[in-house]
């Protein structure tokens, strides 16, 4: 019985949100047709496929680009944000040098230092990452950081009867305390790398779905930047998508841990 | 074993106060003696504790064990906290075995004396579950089975039942004396109860607060093993009226 209603409340999950994406759909494909709306201004969503699927191998190429940069960025965000964190928590003297730096590459408009370091590190896949890398590394950081420190003083002051060194402290309490913490701003990261790709790709590319915004709007292809706008958010919820199922399935005990046992 | 030589300690609050916590302990533990600390909030019995298990050092005095002072942390000395403190994402085993882990001697024989201990405690099967599985007396259980998995001579107790109902504190309390029984280690108990200081300890010592200090030492002559029955016997009785006496002052007892 418990397994039935399950099953229903999560169809219910799934259903709901696409029900109000297929209604909202609707409700716009109506609204181009009855105010007969120029495809110019704002296409019908019958117009965004027919003109994306006739270009549907090129938008395939830039999607896979795209995916690419993100992915990269988010790694980078994920391997320097952790250290970073670390750092940050267990020195204040670095604490004291890192945080002014930190702070000063997010006061960067990451538009205006696109160009930039194209010029440094050359017209290649590397100043998209590195772009993408600076949109999302910083609200992770800030999140393992605050997860690391957040460790009830109970658990600090276990490690320390057991002996524990400073490294097996940090490895085998903070860290995995601050799992849930980790997540959030991987959650946040994933979204920001999809943003920072496409500001990346929008100053300095020749593919990718950013690439495909700007050329499509210049030849007045509106239909297709349509297309490539709906396929990046649809990118932006399906990465978010993988990160919730990665905690849920590997970390199931930080999602919440004063839930009754399943048993 | 256990040498408390004039210790003070004075703690430094966050506006600059000088707080007093402990002023001029002195208390001798002999080995495998159950020492059980009460006293109102405030008298520093917990800050005694953790004086003895190396977590804070003295302002003035000293603290030994066998002669050497105490500085750190030591692992022949055993934690049991007031709440459990497992690891929720570690299994109940490997919470156990943790402080075997954490001092780098984990082996093969730890890991089957973690599986007796639970077993003695009755938490046999649940090896492999996570603390939010348990019930808050099974998670002390696990923690008590995590203070002996080094088999520590020493065992340091703040308030470890203090956070479960009575009946639970009643049954822990039970298989604690089967425990220091079974397997013989020098306990230092704090405790708010005082029927349960009086049944666990071979000698209660009564603190009083501000600045904390040694109000008196009773000596409790129950003969062992010792049940609830007890709580009967005049013996029982006059050691908790005395103590009643110490902690409140004999105007309580008149109004009671």
């Known amino acids: ?39 110019y201004l704002v296409p019908a969503p019958s117009a965004i496929w027919v003109d994306t699927g006739k270009l549907a191998g090129p938008v395939f190429h830039h999607t896979v680009a795209t995916t690419v940069t993100v992915l990269l960025g988010f790694l980078a965000s994920f391997v320097i944000s952790l250290p970073l964190a670390i750092l940050l928590t267990t020195s204040p003297t670095i604490a004291g040098v890192i945080y ?47 997860g690391l420190v957040a460790v009830p003083p109970e658990l600090i002051e276990l490690g320390r009867s057991c002996r524990a060194s400073r490294w097996k402290e940090i490895w085998r309490i903070r860290l995995p305390y601050a799992v849930p913490f980790v997540f959030s701003g991987l959650k946040a990261a994933i979204t920001l790398s999809v943003v920072g790709a496409v500001v990346a790709e929008f100053v ?54 004063d839930r009754p046992g399943a048993s | ?55 804070t050092l003295p302002s003035s005095g000293r603290v ?62 649940f090896e492999g579950k996570h603390p939010r599985e348990l019930s808050g007396g099974m998670q002390q259980r696990a923690g008590i089975c995590r ?6 001579d020493i065992l340091l107790m703040d308030e470890p039942f203090g956070a479960l109902d009575a009946l639970t504190r009643e049954e ?16 230092l108990f704090v405790t708010h109860s005082i029927p349960e200081a009086v049944l666990l300890a071979d000698r209660v010592v ?19 093993p010792r049940d609830f029955d007890m709580e009967a016997r005049h013996e029982f009785q006059d050691a908790t009226r005395r103590i009643r006496d110490l902690i409140f002052g004999s105007r309580a007892r008149r109004a009671a």
């Open chain 1, 1 to 39: 019985m418990r397994g039935k209603s399950a099953a229903l409340r999560h169809a219910r999950e799934v259903f709901v949100p696409l029900a109000t994406i297929a209604v909202l759909f609707a409700a716009w494909e109506a609204a181009c047709r009855f105010f007969a709306i120029p495809a």
């Open chain 1, 100 to 146: 002014p730096l930190l702070v000063l590459t997010q006061s960067i408009p990451k538009v205006a230092l696109a160009p930039i370091l194209v010029v440094i590190l050359g017209a290649n896949e590397l100043p998209r990452i590195v772009v993408t890398f600076l949109v999302a590394f910083f609200p992770l950081v800030l999140s393992v950081a605050a």
């Open chain 1, 204 to 257: 300095n590319a020749d593919r990718g779905l950013g690439y495909l915004i700007v050329t499509s709007t210049a030849f007045f292809q509106v239909p297709v930047a349509w297309g490539a706008l709906i396929i990046l958010s649809l990118m932006g919820i399906v990465l978010f998508q993988i990160v919730v199922i990665v905690e849920r399935v590997f970390f199931p005990w930080s999602l919440s841990s």
């Open chain 2, 1 to 55: 074993m256990i040498a408390i030589e004039g210790v003070g300690k004075t703690f430094q609050s966050r506006d600059g106060d000088a707080v007093e916590a402990l002023r001029g302990v002195s208390l001798q533990i002999r080995r495998n003696e159950f020492v059980c600390l009460v006293g109102p909030s405030g008298c520093g019995k917990s800050t005694l504790l953790r004086l003895v298990g190396g977590l």
């Open chain 2, 64 to 125: 030994s064990i066998d002669g050497t002072t105490v500085a750190e942390p030591r692992s022949d000395t055993g934690f049991v906290f007031q709440a459990a403190t497992l690891l929720p994402w570690a299994t109940i085993l490997d919470n156990v075995l943790f402080p075997a882990r954490m001092m780098g001697v984990l082996t093969g024989a730890h890991v089957e004396r973690a599986r007796e201990l639970l077993t003695m405690v009755g938490l046999a099967g």
């Open chain 2, 147 to 152: 203070a002996l998995v080094n088999d520590p």
């Open chain 2, 172 to 187: 822990l309390t039970l298989e604690l004396m089967r425990i220091a029984a079974e397997r013989p280690k020098t306990i």
């Open chain 2, 206 to 224: 009564v603190m009083s607060p501000r600045p904390g200090r040694i109000a008196e030492i009773i000596d409790i002559d129950l003969p062992r």
